[in-house]
């Protein structure tokens, strides 16, 4: 039974009320939604003609049990474009069923949005990373789906995609490719890189063993998030992006002492998220909204 609830604690039905409640409170008619890592809310104060739903009052959304973040879904325009922000997400390790983790992106795409931004905080685990650094997400390892935690568990829902979904192509190639000329021209080049995501379940940070395991795999930096919600994403046909900035390095050796300097590390992230937001306001201003090219 409790395994049941975990897979599929979300009819179609539950999906379409919260949509349609959502289209009756605002005329934004999003066609991006962009999902806010931790210290990046900025992205949604760019925008303009905000409308601000708290999650509490939005029916069927997942309430954030984290005291001081606050959830919230935010409305609004940047470059001409409809956009909705997410303003705080849910992690697995907070004990959120995946089905709730993932709800919102379903409804985004039934309101009608075709792209999905994700940003976050990792670790960097590839060696010639440096705190600060912007990861364009490449690629992901789905660590708990390999167990059995996994989104897509129980039965599927024709009507959001396929049972057994393609990843292989996950993350959109012309959007990385605009993402890296948005850089040049920024000037930030010199710390944008490209690289794979590996999801954990967290809450505890890796051990060195399992830090060279993640290298070892092909990870290029580690997180506790984002995964599961770009996986629901692909399964309904949306086109993804995703930005991770690096806000440590992940100790992979025994001998060294790393000493921190948190107060500089801080600084810099605090810096480097400011570039990120400026990356993704202007790959939102220039992205072609054109579906064909997501066809190839
Ligand atoms: C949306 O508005 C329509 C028309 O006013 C109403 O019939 C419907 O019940 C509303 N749906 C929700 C979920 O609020
Ligand atoms: C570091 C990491 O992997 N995940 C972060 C993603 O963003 C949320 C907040 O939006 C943080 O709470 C996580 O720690």
Redesign the pocket.
């Known amino acids: 039974v409790h395994n049941n609830k975990k897979c599929y604690c979300c009819s179609f039905e539950d999906y379409k009320?919260t949509t349609?409640?959502l289209l009756?409170q605002t005329s934004h008619r999003p066609k991006i939604a962009v999902i806010c890592g931790s210290g990046l809310g900025l992205l949604a104060a760019a925008a303009t003609d905000k409308q601000t739903f708290h999650y509490q009052d939005i029916?069927n959304f997942p309430v954030s049990t984290v005291a001081g973040h606050e959830g919230c879904l935010v409305f609004g325009t940047i470059g001409g474009k409809s956009c909705v922000f997410m303003q705080g997400h849910f992690h697995l390790y907070e004990g959120y069923s995946l089905c709730q983790v993932t709800f919102p992106v379903r409804v985004f795409r039934m309101m009608g949005v075709d792209t999905l931004v994700v940003t976050n905080a990792s670790g960097g685990i590839c060696p010639d990373f440096k705190v600060g650094d912007i990861m364009i997400i490449k690629d992901h390892i789905n660590l708990p789906g390999f167990a059995g935690q996994h989104p897509l568990c129980g039965p599927n829902d024709e009507r959001f995609g396929i049972r057994f979904p393609c990843m292989s192509d996950a993350y959109c190639k012309e959007l990385r490719r605009l993402a890296l000329d948005i850089s040049v021209e920024l000037g930030c080049e010199g710390f944008v890189r490209e690289g794979v995501y590996c999801m954990v379940s967290g809450p505890n940070f890796e051990t060195i063993a399992e830090a060279r395991m993640l290298m070892v795999l092909g990870s290029d930096s580690v997180g506790m998030s984002t995964v599961p919600e770009v996986t629901v994403a692909k399964h309904c046909g949306l086109r993804v992006f995703g930005l991770s900035l690096i806000t440590n390095k992940v100790s992979l050796d025994y001998s060294r002492e790393e000493k921190v300097n948190h107060e500089e590390v801080l600084q810099i992230s605090k810096m480097r998220a400011e570039v990120l937001q400026k990356v993704v306001t202007t790959l939102i201003c220039r992205c072609s909204q054109d579906q064909s090219i997501n066809t190839h």
């Open positions: 009320l349609e409640w009756n029916p």
